[in-house]
């Protein structure tokens, strides 16, 4: 069953700057997720660099190349497609687990699913 669960505000999240951080279960375990905007659309993915699962922020919470065009993982050199978590350079062994998000009325909210569950923020 999916639920709706408060995220952040709006505002909290600006076009290729710091992300907001947040845990989930995921499969079974306690996991660090993000939530970022990128071209005025919010996006979150698991904290989890698809070649190996280390956490990818370079600095805490910053995982945008200088360009803003693209995510990468600090440790791999691996770069995906903010929109869709589509490894497109480096050490690409899959894609970022996607996290569904909306946003309504200045706020931004993820979704929970069978594979993700709400841990805490």
């Known amino acids: 069953m999916d639920e709706k669960i408060f995220l952040c505000s709006s505002g909290a999240l600006i076009d290729a700057q710091p992300a907001v951080p947040f ?5 079974g375990l306690t996991c660090r997720a993000f939530a970022v905007r990128h071209k005025g659309h919010v996006q979150a993915y698991l904290n989890r660099c698809a070649h190996i699962p280390m956490e990818m922020d370079y600095q805490a919470n910053r995982f945008f190349d200088e360009s803003g065009k693209w995510l ?24 970022l687990v996607k996290i569904t998000l909306s946003e309504s009325d200045g706020n931004v909210y993820w979704h929970t699913t069978h594979n993700l569950k709400i841990f805490v923020f």
Not at 23 to 27: A, F, L, M, R, T
Not at 79 to 95: A, D, L, M, Q, S
């Open 72 to 95: 990468l993982c600090a440790t791999h050199g691996a770069v995906y497609k903010p929109e869709t978590g589509e490894c497109v350079e480096g050490p690409c062994r899959g894609n």
């Open 23 to 27: 845990d989930v279960i995921y499969e």
